[in-house]
T-cell receptor, first 118, second 111 residues
Framework: KNQVEQSPQSLIILEGKNCTLQCNYTVSPFSNLRWYKQDTGRGPVSLTIMTFSENTKSNGRYTATLDADTKQSSLHITASQLSDSASYICVVSFTPNAGGTSYGKLTFGQGTILTVHP | DGGITQSPKYLFRKEGQNVTLSCEQNLNHDAMYWYRQDPGQGLRLIYYSQIVNDFQKGDIAEGYSVSREKKESFPLTVTSAQKNPTAFYLC??????????FGSGTQLSVL
């Protein structure tokens, strides 16, 4: 069964500190992996997307890594700000062997709730 | 501005009542999706549509219905058969191979 597991479930850090969120997946065949940020009561917004051949991708203070061999990804946040308080969701896309769809199916992790305190 | 709009932001349902959540996009995307989000769980797919007048059941379609009469619109009806409808509902649209864009969500609660 295709699954995406994120850890920790929740995390509290002080403003200015760094943190790392983890994502493990069993999705196969792998297409790409995305990290989304979701503010409370809002829709998710894309931070990064990585394909099989990419190891690292940065977007400002956010840096995502991917190890396709161990099926692990991490999202590192540098110099956290109060506005970083949100849920961070790992989404893995796979391409079904049958069905004819060209869109790829998405499997969502349960998210990590990050709280940044002043 | 291109985007995807969900309405209403908050919705209350009485027992035995059907309610409809609206989702409109002006991104010219062919595919549209409905997801349900519960606390501590990942998004779960309810229904999706890859072309007008066609839609497919997702993982948790029971108690829900959809229509896709126009490319821009993909409304979701939560029927009285859905016994636990309280959740945050997200609509998304995408093009082939592209990332999905999400609406801002509708919080549905039961009175």
């Amino acid at each position: 069964k295709n699954q995406v597991e994120q850890s920790p479930q929740s995390l509290i850090i002080l403003e200015g500190k760094n943190c790392t969120l983890q994502c493990n997946y069993t999705v196969s065949p792998f297409s790409n992996l995305r990290w989304y940020k979701q503010d409370t009561g809002r829709g998710p917004v894309s931070l990064t997307i990585m394909t099989f051949s990419e190891n690292t991708k940065s977007n400002g203070r956010y840096t995502a890594t991917l190890d396709a061999d161990t099926k692990q990804s991490s999202l590192h946040i540098t110099a956290s700000q109060l506005s970083d308080s949100a849920s961070y969701i790992c989404v893995v896309s796979f391409t079904p062997n049958a069905g004819g769809t060209s869109y790829g199916k998405l499997t969502f992790g349960q998210g990590t709730i990050l709280t940044v305190h002043p | 501005d291109g985007g995807i709009t969900q309405s209403p932001k908050y919705l209350f349902r009485k027992e035995g009542q059907n309610v409809t959540l609206s989702c409109e996009q002006n991104l010219n995307h062919d595919a549209m999706y409905w997801y349900r989000q519960d606390p501590g769980q990942g998004l779960r797919l309810i229904y999706y549509s890859q072309i007008v007048n066609d839609f497919q059941k997702g993982d948790i379609a029971e108690g829900y219905s959809v229509s896709r009469e126009k490319k821009e619109s993909f409304p979701l009806t939560v029927t009285s058969a859905q016994k636990n409808p309280t959740a945050f509902y997200l609509c998304a649209s995408r093009e082939t191979g592209d990332e999905p864009f999400f609406g801002s969500g509708t919080q549905l609660s039961v009175l």
